[in-house]
């Protein structure tokens, strides 16, 4: 069965500090996104990439940056915390330019900034 | 702008009844659309998805979901819901390399 697998479930950090969330995909796939979930506001793009070293900004980057040295892993880091960023993070990924089977989803990182 | 709209952000629904939750659409061009579900504490999964062809679509656990170019709209409906399908569902739709997502509906199920 393929697989976005987000390597943490929970995250408490503080503010001010440096935070890496991982994302990685077994899938061989092209793309991959960051979203930021929050009530009401349903699923917002952070950044995504097309191929490795590839990077866009999505609708949100401010206080976010990426990094995808290798195919299969997508970091989303923050590079100095707030408490505006207490929120869902999921990771997503496609295959190519193909939407045939739409995004494949991790099952999230939830992370509270204190 | 893109953009689309799911009206209702909570709906209960005993079980048993009937569920239809509603999605519309604003794009220059038609989309293509997707329902997705997300259970608590988990990622989201594919339920569904209209590309072009018969406008209803049929989806796993028993969802369907169907097209109205004149409405807009995708609106996502199960004949008889189950306790488990208690979750929030997010519309999509996608066009020109760009995937825009509803703000989320979320399922309460009644004994």
């Known amino acids: 069965d393929v697989k976005v697998t987000q390597s943490s479930r929970y995250l408490v950090k503080r503010t001010g500090e440096k935070v890496f969330l991982e994302c990685v995909q077994d899938?061989?796939?092209?793309?991959m996104f960051w979203y930021r979930q929050d009530p009401g506001l349903g699923l917002r793009l952070i950044y995504f990439s097309y191929d490795v070293k590839m990077k866009e900004k999505g609708d949100i980057p401010e206080g976010y940056s990426v990094s995808r040295e290798k195919k299969e892993r997508f970091s989303l880091i923050l590079e100095s915390a707030s408490t505006n960023q207490t929120s869902m993070y999921l990771c997503?990924?496609?295959?190519?330019?193909?939407?045939?089977?739409?995004?494949?989803f991790g099952s999230g990182t939830r992370l509270t900034v204190v | 702008a893109q953009s689309v709209t799911q009206p209702d952000i909570h709906i209960t629904v005993s079980e048993g009844a009937s569920l239809e939750l509603r999605c519309n659409y604003s794009?220059?061009?038609?989309?293509?659309l997707f329902w997705y579900v997300q259970s608590p504490g988990q990622g989201l999964q594919l339920l569904l998805k209209?590309?072009?062809?018969?406008?209803l679509v049929q989806g796993i656990k028993g969802f369907e979901a169907e097209f109205k170019r004149s409405q807009s709209s995708f609106n996502l409906r199960k004949p008889s819901v189950h306790w488990s399908d208690a979750a929030e569902y997010f519309c999509a739709g996608y066009n020109n390399n760009d995937m825009r997502f509803g703000a989320g509906t979320r399922l309460t199920v009644k004994p």
């Open positions: 794009y220059g061009a038609t989309p293509y």
């Open positions: 899938m061989d796939h092209e793309n």
């Open positions: 209209y590309f072009s062809g018969d406008t």
């Open positions: 997503a990924s496609r295959i190519g330019v193909g939407i045939w089977y739409g995004y494949t």
